[in-house]
């Protein structure tokens, strides 16, 4: 049975000083994912922090960070990199989109590259 290459995957994390709300959760929806889209990056995902007590103690949790993550799946680093690329050229996210979302974050966002694991079912 041939071994199937992994796909580059693609995490994005902004951070901010109050919990992300509902207005930047329809912000993302409806001007970042778009303009994401455009350029060749369909998010599979998006995750925010939530604030709850922790009820698994065995599990640490970090408490007090508001977080919001999207992921992206690219068929190889030349993908990934190709829309690196269309996104900084784009006029939507260099003059709309990248702006509003400068103005609500704490801190540059992080970016990180990522690869399933061998029993990952995103191979």
Do not use: K
Request: hydrophobic letters at 40%; charged letters at 25%.
């Amino acid at each position: 049975m041939p071994q199937r290459r992994p796909r580059a995957s693609w995490r994005r994390s902004i951070r901010r000083d109050r919990p992300f709300d509902t207005a930047f959760a329809d912000f993302f929806h409806q001007r970042v994912r778009p303009a994401l889209a455009d350029t060749g990056a369909t998010p599979v995902a998006s995750l925010q922090s939530e604030h709850a007590p922790n009820t698994f103690p065995a599990l640490p949790v970090r408490t007090g960070e508001n977080v919001f993550v999207w992921f992206a799946r690219f068929a190889d680093q030349a993908h990934l990199d190709d829309h690196l690329r269309r996104l900084d050229r784009s006029r939507q996210w260099q003059t709309d989109v990248l702006p509003g979302l400068s103005a609500t974050l704490a801190s540059p966002p992080q970016r990180l590259r990522l690869a399933p694991t061998a029993r990952s079912s995103l191979r």
